[in-house]
């Protein structure tokens, strides 16, 4: 029905950079909200970056003022600016879309996820 594809994560020295993307594709009506989770070795997954379809935008306090979320409607695509990086941001990163279809409705969906590493 829908895919999520992410691309982009990597290892990087701590204060360094990445970029992360998520292309979506499918059965596509509409999609509401958009964002980005992470999950570190032995932790609960957590929301890193929420984006909606108006733009607004929300961040985790730890990643506030270094992360930028931002998407892209007419292509179904999100990316994640991650600057300033910290060894603590080391995780899988997850992106997340509420998708609508005009036969199944709402849906949630979630890529395979991207590896960030984070060296310190």
């Known amino acids: 029905q829908v895919q999520l594809v992410e691309s982009g994560g990597g290892l990087v020295q701590a204060g360094g950079s990445l970029r992360l993307s998520c292309a979506a594709s499918?059965?596509?009506?509409?999609?509401?909200?958009m964002a980005w989770y992470r999950q570190a070795p032995g932790k609960q997954r957590e929301l890193v970056a929420t984006i909606t379809t108006g733009g607004s935008t929300n961040y985790a306090d730890s990643v506030r003022g270094r992360f930028t979320i931002s998407r892209d409607n007419a292509k179904n695509t999100e990316t994640l600016q991650m600057n300033s990086l910290k060894s603590e941001d080391t995780a899988v990163y997850y992106c997340y879309a509420e998708v609508v279809n005009r036969y199944y409705g709402v849906r949630d969906y979630w890529g395979q996820g991207t590896q960030v590493t984070v060296s310190s």
């Open positions: 499918g059965s596509i009506f509409r999609i509401n909200v």
